[in-house]
């Protein structure tokens, strides 16, 4: 479909959606929205750039300053960000998630403890220590988004990919009927249902 955006076409780097509905509460949904296809053939991708997958991190307590990103480590990242969203696309349409996916969820998930665990310190005794060095750091961050993304797919929430074309993001639909990820997105999709409807009734 061409419409009016066509004319609107910025000529800067498209700026990235808001959080989706519920990407407060998971920070896996959060992650799965970390790209995005925008209309007139614009898109973004907050982790293409070790720089930026740092900043998305930082943003949602996932690693500490004294961590450096390498491509390497953005590369997993996309990777495991394309494996969740395949998790949960397979839950919006109901359909048999890919194999490959749940095993790399699972794989991501057993790497490295989530959890405080159990030290013994002789002078304080016995505690509950955060363990993740700064060497496995990426694999904590991914650990921690898998086993967010666990909660995400097997909890009561409803979720929803962004009925808004060509948007690919999700979202939880938590309140009431609502099906875009963003305002932007409800906007275009009325605009674009007022145009058929104008297009409509003239023929
Ligand atoms: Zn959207």
Same mark, same amino acid.
């Given at each position: +479909?061409?419409? +009016? &955006? $066509?004319?609107? %076409?910025?000529? #800067?780097?498209? /700026?990235?959606?808001? !959080? @989706? ?7 896996? *949904? $959060?992650?799965?929205? /970390? ?22 991190? =930082? =943003? ?5 300053? &004294? ?9 997993? +990242? ?13 839950? #919006?349409? /109901? ?8 095993? =790399? ?6 790497? #490295?403890?989530?959890?405080? *665990? *159990?030290?013994?310190?002789? @002078?304080?005794? *016995? ?10 750091? #990426? ?7 898998? %086993? ?7 909890? !009561? ?29 409800? &906007?275009? %999709? ?14």
């Amino acid at each position: +479909m061409r419409g +009016m &955006d $066509d004319t609107l %076409a910025p000529e #800067v780097a498209p /700026t990235a959606l808001p !959080p @989706a509905p519920g990407a407060d509460r998971y920070c896996s *949904l $959060d992650f799965a929205d /970390t790209a995005a296809t925008l209309p007139v053939g614009q898109s973004y991708d907050l982790l293409a750039a070790p720089e930026s997958a740092m900043r998305w991190l =930082a =943003a949602h307590d996932l690693t500490t300053p &004294d961590v450096q990103l390498y491509e390497v480590c953005a590369q997993r +990242m996309r990777t495991l960000r394309a494996h969740i969203r395949a998790l949960i696309a397979a839950r #919006v349409d /109901t359909t048999t998630p890919p194999e490959e996916s749940l095993r =790399a969820v699972n794989e991501a998930l057993t790497a #490295v403890p989530t959890v405080p *665990l *159990l030290a013994w310190d002789g @002078a304080r005794g *016995l505690r509950r220590v955060q363990a993740h060095p700064t060497d496995q750091a #990426v694999n904590h961050a991914l650990a921690t988004l898998a %086993a967010d993304a666990a909660d995400l797919l097997t909890g !009561p929430d409803i979720l929803a990919a962004c009925g808004s074309a060509p948007c690919d993001r999700f979202l939880l639909r938590t309140h009431g009927r609502r099906h875009w990820c963003s305002t932007r997105c409800g &906007d275009r %999709a009325r605009a674009a249902r007022a145009y058929a409807r104008r297009s409509g009734a003239s023929g």
